[in-house]
């Protein structure tokens, strides 16, 4: 079954807004919550991550609310930009599983318009 | 610079031809990986190796099978290609201590079509 269910499947803003993408998580072993990006004809980058002791992360634009009661997490992009638009994939994993293996969300396709 | 590379970027291949995806790191990584990423679907994992020739199977093994030799290489092999396994196919290296970190560093793709 799938282990971590991300939405929206697609995403349309305007340059300057705010864009918002969501995950959920069932397997309460999870420990470690990752967001990665992907551009057109490019593998997937490691964008921010983040732990459950901590209830947010921000690294410039970018910013990851954790809710480790609700089990959810999700990526908050503000002044949104044309460059920003991507693939964008939430992923857990959990310390103890087989190489920390990291299991995917289904992705969001970000598109900003200028 | 880290790098992650896969040889082939377009493939085109018919029914039942046996395919070899090849992938290269250069950061003496321990653990690799390969994905098939789908519209939709998102990133599914076929296949990983943690050591030179060991293998585990990922999510979705069936119809593929993979060779880990050296620790820098590690291929995704498609014993007869089916035409379902039109995909990207997507290689990741992490280094024992970066796979607990979520540190996945991936290449840029194989697009493989088979008619």
């Known amino acids: 079954q799938q282990q971590v269910k991300q939405s929206p499947q697609s995403l349309i803003v305007q340059k300057g807004g705010i864009s918002i993408i969501n995950c959920a998580y069932e397997?309460?072993?999870?420990?470690?919550f990752p967001w990665y990006q992907q551009f057109p004809g490019k593998g997937p980058a490691l964008l921010i991550a983040?732990?459950?002791?901590?209830s947010e992360k921000k690294e410039g634009r970018f910013t990851i609310s954790f809710n480790k009661s609700a089990k959810q997490f999700s990526l908050h992009i503000m002044d949104s930009q044309p460059g920003d638009s991507a693939t964008y994939f939430c992923?857990?994993?959990?310390?103890?599983?087989?190489?920390?293996?990291?299991?995917f969300g289904r992705g969001t396709q970000l598109t900003v318009w200028p | 610079d880290v790098k992650v590379t896969q040889s082939s970027r377009y493939l085109v291949k018919r029914t039942g031809e046996k395919v070899f995806l090849e992938c290269v790191q250069d950061?003496?990584?321990?653990?690799m990986f390969w994905y098939r990423q789908d519209p939709g679907l998102g990133l599914r994992l076929i296949y990983f190796?943690?050591?030179?020739?060991?293998?585990e199977k990922g999510d979705i093994p069936e119809g593929y099978s993979v060779s880990r030799e050296k620790k820098e290489r590690f291929s995704l092999i498609l014993e007869s290609a089916s035409t379902n396994q039109t995909s990207m196919y997507l290689c990741?290296?992490?280094?024992?201590?970066?796979?607990?970190?979520?540190?996945?560093?991936f290449g840029e793709g194989s697009r493989l079509t088979v008619l």
């Open positions: 190796s943690y050591d030179v020739k060991m293998k």
């Open positions: 950061m003496d990584h321990e653990n």
């Open positions: 990741a290296s992490s280094p024992t201590g970066g796979a607990n970190t979520g540190e996945l560093f």
């Open positions: 992923a857990a994993s959990y310390e103890g599983s087989t190489l920390g293996r990291l299991y």
């Open positions: 983040i732990r459950p002791d901590v």
């Open positions: 397997n309460t072993a999870f420990d470690y």
